[in-house]
């Protein structure tokens, strides 16, 4: 509660200090609830991004999750030059996908994905030339383009959410006639363990990272912007602070370090830290007069209106005890996550888990070979000994996951209603309200399976709605 | 290829360092400062007393889930953790058997019946206590003695022949009182009065909590709640409230009984409201009941009422607090 009220106000970027060399930040901004588990970051965290060796293949799936189905406009046997669109969304959430390479589609069909699903995918082998698509060019006077036409720069540019969950950028970006929104706030906390993708980002490129927040500022129209970094990345808060200072253009962009503490980097809990607002239960962010997004979209944006790039590429953390040589790499979006562990030196020892993101929200993957998305920030290998799940024991009701619960919810007794399917109760216990961060499971003592369970409760009511809505109109 | 031998399991693929064992285990540690002080000031029939609980309660465990063809759970120590308490809420000279009786009754009936860890409504060990002096109502309560220390002798002798009566059994029947407490604070907080096996000293009990909290096993939420809630009702009744907070079986049962994890309200609000509905139940029954103590009952009552608080008492979610912007 302290720390809410410290953070009400963001403060001037001069007078909010660095935690640099054991000077803490104030105010540092935090929220209730929530763990600190082991960082793990110091095998990557100061290692350049280094680019990617060319792969054998690339394989650009034609399902985005969130944003739905693309349809492909390419053919097999066709030749493609890195940056030509290939596909095309069909839904209004959708963006194109472009080709990482350039070389010949081999494939088009089904192929196995990370979630373990067999999707509908282009398979495009590259001719090691990485010829670049004409089409790909630098957008000039941006100063003189309407809000409407920066976002539709930025959805053609096929940019998602990077932080991993490929939220479509450009419907973030559309704000509803009414919505009164005063701040552009860019996640760099990075809260997953393991994971330095974003930091090395904010520390290689804080320029294009600044450049990216004042697009994004013109496109919804505000005048300020905060960066929140995790006060663990003192060099990353510093980076920024200086690429600030140095630029020319654009309204007022400042750097506030907040407490590291996981889940920092929910867009909810980031909110709450840097300006002291609280999403309410049910809205979005907008709502409280701020538009969220991560540090890695804005590198794409700025990208794609100085580069001339689409979203093709992005930064990956290969880290894990079952790696031989930790590395954060510049990937080929689809690249197989194989590839990019054998440029890491290969598997160090016996692998019992992949997974892509962080180990606290991340997805273990059911294969080496399964391809990269847009949204996988890190590739974790995790030793056999690491990966021994243990057998959950009976709920003790010590009340650790409500007294870490970040969103303040009751998971052990969520996860009651959930075995005994009372999906009403579930819903009346804000099973809904769930961030999925993990914070429950990775308390528990008895290592029960919460935050699974809620995930499913979550899935069941939204079934369930929907029936009903169904029901309802006919 | 590695591939077939890859392992799929949902997110979150860390976990923390505690995990139930762990805890129960603590809790342990916790209690042997106390049960140390109970047989230093009452000597080897103590000691009988905790193992025979340990031995009643371990032991009930693994036969009856051996009978019921259950998994054998008493690697998990929370049966170690019930035997302490169990021999701990008696009084020091029971009958070893009454004690081991005891610990299978906390088991058998209030734990396993009703679904074994986790699942059982009342605190097995109060249970125990409970059904105790029930059963046996002279034996389990003349087990009382003084620890044979001068104050204690002094005290005692100074006050009535009969030396089996607790401090709280001699304020209910108006031997001492008044105005003149304080004497009484020392001996009540060392422990080398009459009282239950664990229950006398303050200061080893203490200890013990400091311990817990400092692992954060337990929050200061229920002990203040019922410790303060006790003191202000005494208080208004014109008693001394330290003598009430150091008396009887308030420490050993605000710390280690009202605090078990599955008797007891799931979360912050609920916490308190349980800890002063122990509190105003053990002040009555000290100050109006037929009992000299409380405690064990308080709890016990409160017990019951944990579904209706969980159900009742709920903490506000995120961003409902901040609905007025």
Known sequence: MLYCQAARRVRPVSSLGVAYKGVRCMPRGSFRGGIHPPENKSSTSGLPIVAAQQPSKVVVLLNMGTSGALSSMVARGDSVLRGQKIADPVGRMGVPSYSPVSGKVTAIGAARTGLGTLDQAITIEPDGQDTLDESCVPVENVDKLSQAEIVSIIREAGIVGMGGAQFPTHVKLTLPQDARVDTLLINGAECEPYLTADHRLMVERPRDVVRGTQILMKAIGVDRAVIGVEDNKPDAVEALRRAIAEATAGGAVEVAAVRTHYPQGSEKHLIKSVLGREVPPGRLPFHVGVVVNNVGTAVAVADRFDRGLPLIERVVTVTGSGVAKPSNIMMKIGTPAIELIEQCGGFAGDPGKIIFGGPMMGAAVPAADVPTTKGTSGILVLDRAESRSVEPMPCIRCGRCVESCPMRLEPALLHQWCEAKLWNEAEAYHALDCIECGVCSYECPSRRNLVQAIKYAKAEIGARRRAARERGDK | ?325
């Open chain 2, 1 to 325: 290829m590695a591939d077939s031998k890859l392992i799929v399991t949902p997110a979150p693929h860390l976990r923390g360092n505690i995990d139930t064992p762990t805890l129960m285990r603590d809790v342990v540690i916790a209690l042997l400062p106390a049960c140390v002080a109970g047989v230093y000031f009452f000597g080897v029939p103590a000691l009988i007393s905790l193992v025979s609980g340990v031995v009643g309660c371990v032991g009930a465990e693994l036969v009856f889930e051996k009978l019921s063809k259950k998994p054998v759970t008493i690697g998990d120590w929370s049966a170690v953790v019930t035997g302490l308490l169990v021999a701990m809420v008696l009084p020091p000279h029971v009958p070893a058997w009454i004690v081991v009786l005891s610990g299978v009754f906390a088991i058998g009936i209030v734990k396993l019946l009703f679904g074994g860890l986790g699942y059982n409504v009342f605190n097995p060990a109060l249970a125990g206590r409970a059904f105790a002096t029930a059963a046996w109502s002279a034996l389990a309560t003349t087990g009382y003695v003084w620890p044979a220390s001068i104050e204690g002798a002094a005290w005692a002798r100074g006050i009535d022949a009969v030396t089996s009566a607790t401090p709280l059994t001699m304020l209910k029947m108006g031997e001492i009182g008044g105005t003149s407490m304080s004497r009484f604070y020392m001996p009540l907080f060392l422990g080398n009065v009459a009282g239950s096996l664990g229950e006398t000293s303050a200061l080893a009990l203490l200890i013990g909590a400091v311990y817990l909290l400092w692992r954060t096993h337990i929050s200061l939420r229920i002990p203040m709640s019922y410790i303060i809630t006790v003191a202000v009702v005494t208080a208004l009744y014109g008693q001394d409230p330290l003598f009430h907070v150091l008396s009887g079986g308030l420490i050993l049962g605000a710390f280690f009984m009202a605090t078990d994890y599955v008797t007891s309200p799931i979360n912050a609000k609920g916490q308190i409201i349980f800890g002063i509905g122990c509190g105003i139940l053990t002040s009555l029954i000290r100050l109006f009941g037929g009992y000299p103590e409380g405690v064990a009952y308080s709890i016990l009552i409160m017990n019951a009422a944990v579904p209706m608080i969980d159900r009742f008492a709920r903490p506000k979610r995120f961003g409902e607090v901040k609905a007025r912007a």
